[in-house]
């Protein structure tokens, strides 16, 4: 027995007049109620099902519909009127709540069926049922709200094994056990109809159903996550073999791929809570993020906390409750947060309370969130971190990204220099060949990622401006001229270093560090780079 069948079961028992459910799923709660009311074991006496629309008036079970019981005020009149035990569902009522456009005296007419339901000889419950939660102020004391789950994976299972045995002997099934169950793992938070619209297009399309069908899947729920306006969802371009170097931070990820499967909760796993990435800027921290979702085939929404702001009192808390929400309704998926201290900097300061009360929505929510979400923060400046968030339970772990070693520069290098040199016009005699990677290696000591890669974009302008191929020299010329940002920022570095020395674990794998640990950018804290030396 699912929650909802439990819920309304004692619901019904208790004689509660009015309930009102939240949802687009009409025909999924209509059936659900149908059998509930006729479980002697769910309910003590059967009640017949009743159904009303602005369309098709009160409409029996039978197919049998009352006459002139279209406009609302005169189907109220009539279920009053109804003298058997019965669940009576209006869908979209709430049209008729507005004194100026709706039905008159709706509301009004709404209290006496509380009231004549309540204290009736025979159970009679009024469902108000619409994709929309709108309660008039009067009615809040007569109205009870039932939560209606979106399809659990098991429907869905059910829904997509259906249409693979409707389409046997015509289509290829190029899915194994794993497989199918995370093609219906992608779909939950969609709709049963959404789920089969995303099923039945993957089955059109190539007549063939495997794991890449995972992505029309995705296109589903990336209309529900453009509505909601808060959250963005990301197209996945960028995989892990594309960030150069991080390979403790990488062997922590793959490590936790596959954990959202059913067995991963069979061996008594719980399912990853997210990752905290912070250090020096540019050395490839919203990469990483990008990068996990795509090694995990998991849709990455990306979260701009300043949405979440907005100048009507109350609306911001209920934006990032709205935020969250939308989250889970795509579950499982990445949730990226960019430089999360920026989103929540004025947390304490002089806006009533606003931004404290948004920033521990959110922190209660990481702390006891039950949905497959994995949260992937970054940060540049550990100072306005608040505390609060560094405590475990909030993060599995928390990383910290410094400038690049030399063993993590030269697959830097060979990562931008091979994505552009398969360009004909760009390739001539440069190539990145293992000796041309080390020295270009050597000469960018104290460069991060994102100056590599300019150095690589610079050198490509110097190189189209004579119409020839990229050389080697064009690369040296870029890094010369360029002042890198351990230069620039060199005390900052160092004070983030030793902040990250107690705090986060390296991101750089033990075996990349330099000898020595010293760098052109200046003096290293007690170890050759910020973060505790954990091995994953």
């Not at 009004?108 to 309540?118: G, H, M, N």
């Not at 039945?200 to 306006?229: F, N, P, T, W, Y």
């Not at 039950?370 to 475990?392: C, G, H, I, Y």
């Not at 690049?404 to 091979?418: C, D, G, K, Q, Y």
Request: proline fraction near 5%; charged fraction near 25%.
């Amino acid at each position: 027995m699912t929650d909802f069948h439990g819920r309304l079961s004692e619901l019904l028992k208790a004689r509660f007049p009015i309930l009102c459910i939240e949802s687009y799923e009409e025909q999924r709660v209509i059936e659900a109620v149908r059998r509930l009311v006729h479980d002697a074991k769910l309910v003590r006496t059967p009640r017949a099902v009743v159904t009303w629309s602005l369309t098709e008036g009160l409409v029996h079970e039978d197919g049998s519909r009352r006459t002139s019981t279209n406009e609302p005020s005169r189907a109220l009149d009539a279920v009053i009127g109804i003298k058997q035990p019965c669940v009576v569902i209006f869908r979209d009522l709430h049209h008729a709540y507005d004194e100026r456009t709706g039905s008159p005296g709706v509301i009004r007419r709404l209290r006496d069926i509380a009231q004549a339901f309540k204290n009736g000889p025979v159970p009679r419950t009024l469902l108000l049922l619409s994709p929309v939660l709108r309660i008039p102020a009067e009615l809040e004391k007569d109205v009870t709200i039932v939560d209606f789950a979106l399809p659990t994976e098991a429907e869905i299972r059910a829904t997509l094994e259906a249409m693979i045995a409707a389409n046997a002997g015509r289509i290829r099934i190029d899915l194994d056990e794993i497989g199918r169950e995370r093609l219906a793992k992608a779909a939950l938070g969609l709709t049963l109809q959404e789920a089969e619209n995303a099923f039945a297009r993957a089955l059109v399309q190539d007549e063939v159903l495997d794991l890449s069908d995972i992505d029309l899947v995705h296109d589903e729920k990336r209309q529900a996550v453009r509505k909601s306006g808060l959250l963005e969802f990301v197209d996945l371009t960028t995989d892990l073999a594309d960030v150069g170097g991080l390979e403790n931070l990488k062997r922590w990820l793959h490590r936790r791929n596959h954990a959202f499967l059913a067995e991963a909760a069979e061996y008594g796993l719980p399912a990853p809570r997210g990752v905290l990435i912070t250090g020096v800027p540019g050395c490839g921290k919203s990469l990483t993020a990008k990068a996990v979702a795509t090694a995990w085939g998991l849709p990455l929404l990306r979260f701009d906390i300043g949405r979440v702001f907005s100048g009507l009192v109350g609306s911001s808390e209920q934006n990032m409750r709205t935020a969250i929400q939308t989250a889970e309704a795509v579950a499982p998926c990445v949730l990226w947060v960019d430089e999360i201290e920026k989103g929540f900097s004025a947390v304490g300061g002089g806006d009533s309370g606003t931004s404290s009360r948004v920033f521990g929505t959110f922190l209660t929510w990481m702390q006891e969130k039950r949905q497959s979400v994995f949260v992937v923060a970054t940060a540049n400046d550990f100072e306005r971190l608040p505390p609060e968030l560094l405590r475990k339970g909030r993060f599995d772990e928390i990383f910290f990204v410094d400038l690049p070693t030399r063993a993590e520069r030269v697959p830097i290098w060979s990562v931008h220099l091979t994505r552009r040199l398969r360009n004909k016009r760009v390739a001539g005699a440069l190539s990145p060949t293992p000796a041309t990677l080390d020295e270009l290696a050597t000469l960018s000591d104290g460069y991060s990622g994102a100056e590599i890669e300019q150095a690589v974009v610079t050198g490509l302008y110097d190189a189209f401006a004579e119409r020839r191929p990229l050389e080697y020299d064009d690369l040296v010329r870029a890094l010369v001229n360029m002042v890198p940002l351990s230069v620039t920022q060199a005390e900052r570095i160092t004070g983030i270093r030793r902040w990250a020395d107690q705090r986060a674990v390296a991101a750089t794998a033990a075996e990349d560090w330099d000898p020595g640990g010293r760098r052109d950018s200046g003096e290293p804290p007690s170890r050759p780079y910020g973060g505790r030396p954990v091995e994953y």
